[in-house]
């Protein structure tokens, strides 16, 4: 009798961990989609001018943190990106931020021009 008692404990508490995993899950999914089409919505509506700025300050924080160095070995990719963390804490994220905006028109870009399709058409 005791078995079938731990049985249905340990049956009930996988019942359980699953609901709350799937309902984490949903919210997650929702959270992460708003989060993305808003980003999305905002990248796509950057105006030329503003992107050259963008370029310009990608091209700016990716000499900051690559400089002219070229680093092979894995040792000194760990302790060049270390240092840059120690000495500039929020540059990194900054750096990847931009780098989505400016990878994101290129791609645009390409798109339009080999389907030769108008310069005003928006993706999203």
């Known amino acids: 009798k005791e078995k079938k008692e731990v049985f249905g404990d340990v049956h009930f508490a996988l019942f359980?961990?699953?609901i709350f995993n799937a309902f984490q899950s949903t919210l997650t999914a929702i959270?992460?989609?708003?989060?993305?089409?808003?980003?999305?919505?905002?990248?796509?509506?950057?105006?030329?001018?503003?992107?050259?700025?963008?370029?310009e300050e990608y091209e700016r924080v990716s000499m900051l943190i690559y400089g002219g160095e070229n680093v092979t070995s894995k040792a000194g990719k760990w302790f060049r990106n270390f240092m840059l963390f120690l000495r500039r804490p929020g540059l990194r994220a900054k750096f990847h931020e931009l780098r989505s905006q400016v990878r994101f028109h290129e791609l645009r870009l390409h798109f339009i021009e080999s389907n030769n399709l108008p310069l005003n058409l928006k993706v999203s």
């Open 16 to 18: 359980y961990t699953a």
């Open 31 to 55: 959270f992460t989609s708003g989060v993305s089409d808003r980003l999305w919505v905002q990248t796509e509506q950057l105006e030329l001018d503003h992107y050259v700025e963008i370029r």
